[in-house]
Each structure stands twice: as structure tokens, then as C-alpha cells.
């Protein structure tokens, strides 16, 4: 039960406190499941600034982006992602893909958890948090090692703390 | 409930011992799935908790006085009720541990760290759980030892004719599931422990799907260790055993040092005491270890024979349900074959998870991932499965409220 247990039910989380419901359908709204089956910016960028994976295993949901910069490094001029796992984790990715179109690096690194919750405008069990987060942690580190300031393989938001 | 028909489990008795199966959300009773994860546990095995806490708590093997006389007996006879429910000989062979996975650790550290070497082969199946796999791994980058890997059959089974070929003069131990946590399939140890012996390797039988749904004895298997979990067959979580021949127990070095291991220490050396103590390091689990027994004893009034039949079936009325969809895979054995309790499954391109998610909502509580066996979910070529898996108190009905509720995320995702 390596890590798995951990994963799905939290034990900081007590029992009592989980309203039914969160978790359920209504994290699938209409939003959620467009983005999920017509994915926006879907595919890849052959000559893209920089590419970056990201992959958690135990879920099996995978992301790979491709971001192209302005000339002068600073603004996200294009993005492409690919790749497979839950709604929620490809609904993210979709979603982000859209909202990072211009945007900065700067913006982009002063991202968090909480802007991508809102952006998908549902409420996240803390079970799955680590999908919805896995497409902009995917962009953050592409964007730190392409900069030299992070050296990675691979992200992952498994060993994430879940709550 | 399930229709009556002789040796059948009385379910609707058994589930009022479960006081949590009368849980509701929204008006929406539970339908709980996930008993290969965990199982709920019956107030007698509650009780005998409370019971433990409220008049006799006490560390054992080292006060002279009343509780500590009280508690260090039932702790003792904890183990002989739950060796003699394994069909072990008492109590020199069965080691109370935290559960499977430290058993597998175990045997791991205190056997095949001192035993192994370059040159010598683990054998472990393709449909191993992380447990064994991932400590087997391990062992063998730290001893040089090679770790291979007994294929499994498009149809869930272990492939014997590549057994034989695998197991041989190299071997030194073959690590096997005795019920697949993922498949269900129940696989053939016994065979398997004439393979290994015939060719002078021990055999570990990880049993943690087997005990609580099966008659297990592990003499006829003939298995040299032998593991599994409490809070898988109505005990409480933080117990765990390994059955283990005494003589290999006897000869193997311990695991954990400190507290109650030990015999006599001077400032230079130690020595250690009997089985099965000498392996149980420090304070151990009491109370849990006498709460484990009482759910032996609960498992063995209703009959472990009645027990296993009904699992399978409950198992096969799931596949034959499933079957009527075209838009659901189902892994394992085909439906005919007997298994364990459980069933896993896709739903169309729907990932796993989003369907937990959905039938959370019917209060429908299944699993949704990759159950430990990431290798085995490799070679099936998928990244997640759904799992339903039963126990005692489950029935056909709850299996319609899982399929039914499947509808939803039909529509969802269509």
C-alpha cells in the first residue's frame, strides 16, 4: 500500500468532515468535461522554447508541454500540450493552456494551486488536488530549467502533501 | 439480501454486527466496495478493543502484576488462535508484525539479506503486489542477487510451464501471491512449493487475499513463510502475521532488536529469546493482536468454507453483470473460474478515477488506481483499474447499485 493509501484518503482528513458530493459529479461540470473531450492547444510545437513532462504514476496521468517565447524571453507566445489521465488532470491542462497564452514568465512562476482551482471553478477533493495541479507545475518547472534554475527530469505531484 | 440457499452466509445477521455499514450520506446508504483495501470491522472485534483498554491494559512479558498476567495471556493465546486458524502448529511459528508488507520485509532483511548473493535468483510473479516486489528488488541490488519474473496468461494465470523453467538450481526463494489483489485469480502455491522445494528454495506465499476470504493451511501448502493483514479480514489495522517453519525461524537472525527479543545482555553481547518473541522487537501490538484473534474466531463461527463461496460468488455475478455492457473491460479470470472476491474493471476511455469519483457520489466507495501492482498494470496497458471487492456482508444488491450508478458517469462522459 505504498503511498496509495495515503493518497486517496488522507488520514489528515477526518472522516466526518468530508461533505459527500465533493469528489463526486459535481467536480464534472460542463466546463470540466468540454475542455476534458475538445482539449484547446492540443498537440505539439516542433520548435517550441522548451518542452518539460510530467507524469503521476500511481494515477497514471501524464502531461507533456511545449511553450514557444517572445524574442525577448519574457511572454508566453505559444503553447501545445499532450498527453493522458483523468478529466481533471487534462481539463487543467487544457484550461491552462488557454489561460497562459501571453502571459508572463513572472506570472506564470507566481502561480499556485489555489489560481488553478479557481480557473477550474469547481470544488477539488484534496484526493485529487495533485491532478488538477499536475499541468501547472509541468509549465512552472519547463520554465525554471529552461532559466537554469531547476534541474529535473521529470514532475510529479504524487508526494505532494495532498491537503 | 442474497436468496437463502443451504451453507449460505446469513448477510442480513452479519451486517448488523458491522455498525459503520449503517452509515448514510444524503439519505443514500453506503455501498462498501473496498474490502481488498480494508475491511469494516464487527463490534466484537470493537469490544474486544474496548475491553482491552477498559480493564486489562498492560505491557507484557515484564510485570508480575495482575494486568500485565492478564494481558500477557490473552496476548500469548492471540497467537495460538490465530497459528491454528492458518493450520500453523502454535505459536513458535507465527510472528505478530504490523502487516504483510513488514512480514515480506521481515523475511526480507532477516533471511534474504544474510542468505543471498551474487549469483542467486529470486523468482516473484508479474502479478506481484509492490510489497514483495519493490522489497525483493531491493534485497537483490544490495546482494547481487537477480530478481525474475513468473509471466501471467492473457487470462489472469500464472504461466507454469515458464515457472518450471524459471525455478532451478539458481532459486533460493520463490515469492508468490496466494490470491491475486488485482486479477483475483487464486494461484496454485501448492504446486508452486513442490517447484521451489524440488529445487531447494523456500517458498513465501503472501497471503493478504487469501486469509480472509479462504480456508488457508499452511502445512498442506507446504509453504516455508507465509503473510497477511488484520484489517483485511475484520481486525484491526496495525496487525499483521508471518507463519514461518520453526526451524528456519530458529535459524534465521532477527529483524528488530530491543525489548522483548531478548534473553540475557551483558555490555558486549545478547541473546535471543524464544520464538515467536524473538521477532517481535520491542512493545508489541497487544492490543491489536488480541483484537486480530477475536476476528479469527468471528471468521471461523461463520466458516471459512461458506465464506469463500460466497465471495466467488458475489465475484461472479459481478462479471456476469458487467458482461452485459459493451463499454466495460474486465481483467482476471474469465467468469466461470473460481476467484477472490474481487473484480477489476474499465469503463470505456473513462479513467478510473473519475468514475471513484462519480459513484462517490451513489455512496458507492470502490478503489481506483493502480492497487500496488503498477508492472502488472504495465502489461494489461492500462494505467488504472477499478476494483470492486467484497466481503461477508456485501450482496448482489449492492453489486446492482455499483452497476446502475455506473450510468452516470456513462452520460458524463459520452
Same mark, same amino acid.
Given at each position: 500500500m505504498i503511498g496509495f493509501a495515503a493518497e486517496r484518503f488522507s488520514a489528515g482528513i477526518a472522516n466526518l468532515d468530508v461533505p459527500m458530493g465533493i469528489g463526486g459529479s459535481d467536480m464534472y461540470r460542463q466546463q470540466i468535461l468540454d475542455h476534458y473531450k475538445n482539449p484547446r492547444n492540443y498537440g505539439e510545437i516542433e520548435d517550441a522554447t522548451f518542452t518539460h513532462v510530467g507524469e503521476n504514476p500511481m494515477c497514471g496521468d501524464t502531461i507533456e508541454m511545449d511553450v514557444v517565447l517572445d524574442d525577448d524571453e519574457e511572454t508566453i507566445e505559444a503553447i501545445a500540450f499532450q498527453g493522458d489521465g483523468c478529466a481533471i488532470s487534462q481539463a487543467s491542462a487544457s484550461m491552462l493552456s488557454k489561460r497562459l497564452e501571453g502571459m508572463t514568465i513572472e506570472e506564470l512562476e507566481t502561480m499556485d494551486r489555489d489560481d488553478v482551482i479557481d480557473m477550474l471553478g469547481v470544488d477539488i477533493s484534496p484526493m485529487r488536488v495533485k491532478c488538477a495541479v499536475l499541468a501547472e507545475k509541468v509549465a512552472q518547472d519547463g520554465a525554471e530549467i529552461y532559466f537554469g534554475e531547476k534541474d529535473l527530469e521529470e514532475t510529479t505531484t504524487e508526494d505532494d502533501d495532498p491537503e | 439480501m442474497t436468496v437463502s440457499e443451504p451453507g449460505a452466509l446469513d448477510v442480513a445477521s452479519i451486517r448488523e454486527d458491522f455498525p459503520v455499514l449503517d452509515r448514510e450520506f444524503d439519505g443514500t446508504p453506503l455501498v462498501y466496495l473496498d474490502n481488498a483495501a480494508t475491511t469494516q470491522t464487527p463490534q466484537q472485534v470493537i469490544d474486544a478493543i474496548s475491553e482491552y483498554y477498559e480493564t486489562y491494559n498492560a505491557n507484557v512479558h515484564r510485570g508480575l502484576h495482575q494486568l500485565s498476567q492478564e494481558a500477557s495471556i490473552a496476548y500469548e493465546e492471540a497467537h495460538d488462535t490465530v497459528a491454528e486458524f492458518v493450520g500453523a502448529a502454535g505459536r513458535e511459528e507465527l510472528i505478530f508484525t504490523g502487516n504483510t508488507t513488514e512480514s515480506e520485509n521481515l523475511v526480507a532483511y532477516a533471511w534474504g539479506l544474510n542468505e543471498l548473493?551474487?549469483?542467486?535468483?529470486?523468482?516473484?510473479?508479474?502479478?506481484?503486489?509492490?510489497?514483495? +516486489?519493490?522489497?525483493?528488488?531491493?534485497?537483490?541490488?544490495?546482494?547481487?542477487?537477480?530478481?525474475?519474473?513468473?509471466?501471467?496468461?492473457?487470462?489472469?494465470? +500464472?504461466?507454469?510451464?515458464?515457472?518450471?523453467?524459471?525455478?532451478g538450481s539458481d532459486t533460493k526463494l520463490v515469492s508468490v501471491l496466494h490470491v491475486s489483489n488485482t486479477l483475483g485469480t487464486i494461484n496454485p502455491?501448492?504446486? #508452486?512449493?513442490? +517447484?521451489?522445494?524440488?529445487?531447494?528454495?523456500?517458498? @513465501?506465499?503472501?497471503?493478504?487475499?487469501?486469509?480472509?476470504?479462504?480456508?488457508?493451511?499452511?502445512?498442506?501448502?507446504?509453504?516455508? @513463510?507465509?503473510? @497477511?493483514?488484520?484489517?483485511?479480514?475484520?481486525?484491526?489495522?496495525?496487525?499483521?502475521? #508471518?507463519?514461518?517453519?520453526?526451524?528456519? #525461524?530458529?535459524?534465521?537472525?532477527?529483524?528488530?532488536?530491543?525489548?522483548?527479543?531478548?534473553?540475557?545482555?551483558?555490555?558486549?553481547?545478547?541473546?535471543?529469546?524464544?520464538?515467536?518473541?524473538? @521477532?517481535?522487537?520491542?512493545?508489541?501490538?497487544?492490543?491489536?493482536g488480541i483484537a486480530l484473534a477475536e476476528a479469527v474466531e468471528y471468521l471461523d463461527d461463520i466458516g471459512m468454507e461458506a465464506i469463500a463461496r460466497h465471495e466467488n460468488e458475489l465475484a461472479q455475478y459481478t462479471l456476469d453483470r458487467l458482461a452485459e455492457f459493451d463499454d466495460i473491460e474486465t481483467f482476471g479470470p474469465p467468469a466461470g473460474t473460481e476467484r477472490g472476491g474481487l473484480v477489476s474493471f474499465n469503463l470505456g476511455t473513462v479513467h478510473a478515477h473519475d468514475l471513484s469519483s462519480i459513484l462517490n457520489d451513489y455512496a458507492v466507495a470502490i478503489r481506483a488506481g493502480d492497487h500496488c501492482t503498477q508492472p502488472l498494470h504495465d502489461k494489461l496497458g492500462v494505467a488504472a483499474t477499478a476494483r470492486a471487492s467484497f466481503y461477508i456482508y456485501n450482496t448482489r444488491e449492492e453489486i446492482d447499485v455499483l452497476i446502475d450508478a455506473m450510468d452516470d458517469a456513462r452520460e458524463l462522459f459520452a
Open positions: - | 548473493g551474487p549469483g542467486d535468483e529470486v523468482v516473484l510473479t508479474e502479478m506481484e503486489h509492490h510489497a514483495s +516486489l519493490v522489497t525483493w528488488q531491493q534485497i537483490a541490488k544490495k546482494t547481487g542477487a537477480t530478481v525474475r519474473y513468473i509471466r501471467v496468461t492473457e487470462d489472469g494465470h +500464472l504461466d507454469l510451464d515458464h515457472a518450471k523453467k524459471l525455478i502455491v501448492a504446486d #508452486l512449493a513442490d +517447484l521451489a522445494h524440488a529445487h531447494d528454495a523456500l517458498i @513465501f506465499v503472501d497471503g493478504a487475499q487469501a486469509v480472509p476470504n479462504r480456508p488457508v493451511d499452511v502445512e498442506a501448502i507446504d509453504a516455508d @513463510f507465509y503473510a @497477511f493483514s488484520g484489517h483485511k479480514m475484520a481486525g484491526p489495522t496495525g496487525i499483521g502475521a #508471518l507463519y514461518g517453519k520453526q526451524a528456519i #525461524l530458529e535459524a534465521m537472525e532477527p529483524f528488530n532488536y530491543g525489548g522483548d527479543m531478548i534473553t540475557k545482555v551483558t555490555f558486549d553481547d545478547a541473546t535471543w529469546n524464544d520464538l515467536p518473541w524473538k @521477532f517481535e522487537a520491542g512493545t508489541p501490538k497487544i492490543a491489536q
